[in-house]
């Protein structure tokens, strides 16, 4: 073997050892949610109803319906106790949708460290097997329940960012039950492996999973998931690892000894899957860093959820809702693309905090609408932020990239397959002039068969123009501030037209199946008091109008 071959091999074996994650324990290593139930109110706390904030807690059930026995370490449950790491860790966050936009009403939740695995007859199927040692492992066929007392005990509840979702490792040296909160209170040793937490004096919401009060509608349907993670866990064995269900709360100002208290329902049933299949008409997509979904060589996913409604007024609304479901190195930025020539307004996010101090900044240029986070702020697991704005541009099928915020395994990126708006069935040629201002647009989509399709102007009630259209395009200025956008050469006239008492003409142009793709330029000349054009008329915007176009201009 020559010296260069050594070499290679050498550090081909580092770069393994470096970037290889190992950690997975077979196809048959697996954890199932089977039910979640059981919304808990702990009590609340701040200023009087609704200006303060209520914990509660959720109950969870899972099974182990593979080969081999889950591991089930306890993690320290009294001063002084040994940490161990390796058990189940339970993370819980809450949804409902507002005025369209499904956005996460809940903190980033402290997790349940899981501290005993109960033998219980399965519901997965099989007969339990218990472990030698009871409460150590999770037997195959086995079942356990984490009741939302349980999950409640702040006890076993920790930061989440201390949990790497994607290989589901957790430090058992240097933890939040290692340190103690406030950190190393009446214990010597900050990092010894030695439980130093304790929670006495804590009040009802104080690690719980926290809602403020004002995003807790009195009995209006919210969400909420619980999302486990086993370390070892191959990712093809996580499809059962997230859980949903509808309930509702509901204040009563005379409980809790007269600073008031909540009831809770939970209804519909529990079901697989990311709490973003929970948002009604919504198209989900999914990605992670790695191009074969393995742990070799990738980092966790994120899930992308888009509606698209519209157009009003020529514009289509887009809102994404973005969940990090299990990527460890966190998002840094979101970035769509879109038709250079389109346009882009009312661009806005939303974290799940208060503060607009660390708003992810939002750009549009080059082609894509990207917002990035300037103010560290990275978009961590089992978290949801949403992405939204208005464009000319109609949707199409495409692909969200989401950077990655910190250094890790995997590619800088993630992919994630989604709805785009890269499909302009009308492009904006420039502004109109006179006042009042003629507006013009197409109702929707210029696509072959779509016989409803129409051009629509807006001005004053009872307001009487032209229509006129061009096969090409230009600009021709016609007096001060006012251009022609039809060829003034070539154009034709559509018609006559007056506004109705909503100021609104249609101008109908229905489209046959199987129509040859071309383009038409469009203006508007509408007679108004004082028009700016040899004091006969002023102009519509204009707009050219791209019939079965099939992506950007």
């Known amino acids: 073997m020559t010296r260069t071959t050594c070499l290679i091999l050498a550090v081909a074996a580092v770069c393994g050892d470096l970037f290889a994650q190992t950690n997975e324990r077979g ?21 009087a109803y609704p200006g303060g904030e209520v914990g509660v807690s959720i109950a969870n059930q899972l099974c182990n319906p593979g080969t081999i026995p889950v591991e089930w370490r306890e993690p320290g449950g009294s001063i002084g ?30 997790c349940k460290h899981a501290f005993y695995a109960l033998a219980s007859p399965s519901t997965c199927g099989g007969t339990c097997q218990p472990p030698a040692v009871a409460g150590t492992q999770l037997g195959v066929s086995c079942s356990d329940i984490y009741s939302s007392s349980n999950n409640a005990s702040r006890t076993y509840l920790g930061p ?83 859980m949903s269900r509808p309930f509702a709360m509901t204040f009563n100002p005379a409980g809790g000894n007269g600073t008031g208290a909540y009831t809770t329902t939970t209804t519909g049933t529990a079901t697989l899957g990311t709490i973003l299949t929970r948002w009604p008409g919504a198209t989900l997509g ?32 887009y809102e994404y809702a973005v969940l990090n479901i ?43 609408i990207t917002w990035s986070d300037t103010n560290n702020n990275p978009h961590n697991w089992n978290t949801v932020y949403n992405f939204y704005f208005d464009s000319d541009v ?18 800088l990126s993630v992919s994630v397959p989604t709805t785009v708006p890269t499909l302009q069935h009308a492009v904006y040629l420039g502004a109109g002039c006179g006042a009042p201002a003629t507006n013009l647009f197409a109702n929707g989509a210029a696509t072959a068969g779509n016989g409803a399709f129409a051009l629509h102007i807006t001005s004053d009630p009872n307001t009487f123009m032209l229509m006129v259209f061009s096969t090409t395009s230009g600009v021709t200025p016609l007096a001060p501030g006012c251009d022609a956008y039809v060829d003034m050469l ?32 469009f203006q508007a000349a509408s007679f108004i008091p004082a028009p700016p054009v040899l004091g006969l008329f002023g102009l519509s915007n204009g707009l050219t109008v791209r019939v079965a176009a099939t992506g950007c201009q």
């Open 27 to 47: 196809p048959n290593y697996n954890a199932s949610l089977t039910d979640i139930y059981g919304v808990t109110d702990w009590g609340r706390r701040g200023a």
């Open 81 to 110: 106790a040994t940490i161990q790491s390796d058990h189940p860790k339970f993370g819980f966050l809450v949804c409902k949708e507002v005025n369209g936009r499904f956005v996460q009403i809940s903190d980033a939740s402290y």
């Open 160 to 242: 989440p960012m201390e949990i790497n979702p994607w290989l589901g490792t957790w430090p058992s040296t240097g933890n939040y039950f290692d340190i103690g909160d406030p950190a190393n209170a009446g214990y010597p040793l900050p990092a010894d492996g030695l439980r130093s937490l304790s929670t006495s004096g804590w009040d009802a919401v104080k690690n719980r999973l926290t809602m403020k009060e004002a995003d807790v509608t009195n009995g209006a349907t919210m969400y909420y998931q619980v999302h486990v993670i086993i370390e070892g866990e191959r990712l093809q064995n996580r499809n059962n690892n997230t």
């Open 286 to 317: 999914e990605g992670t860093n790695g191009g074969t979904f393995t742990h070799l060589d990738a980092d966790g996913r994120f899930q992308v959820a888009v509606k698209v409604t519209g157009p009003v007024n020529g514009f289509w609304h």
């Open 326 to 368: 299990d990527n460890n190195r966190g998002g840094a930025s979101f970035k769509l693309p879109v038709c250079p020539t389109g346009r882009v307004q009312n661009i806005g996010f939303r974290d799940i905090d208060q503060n607009a101090l660390n708003n992810w900044s939002a750009n549009v240029a080059g082609g894509f």
């Open 394 to 411: 109609g949707p199409t099928s495409g692909t969200a990239v989401i950077d990655q915020s910190r250094v890790g395994p995997g590619a």
């Open 490 to 521: 070539t154009y034709s006239v559509v018609d006559a037209y007056l506004t109705n008492g909503a100021g609104l003409a249609v101008v109908p142009a229905p489209l046959a199946p199987g129509i040859t793709p071309l383009d038409l330029t």
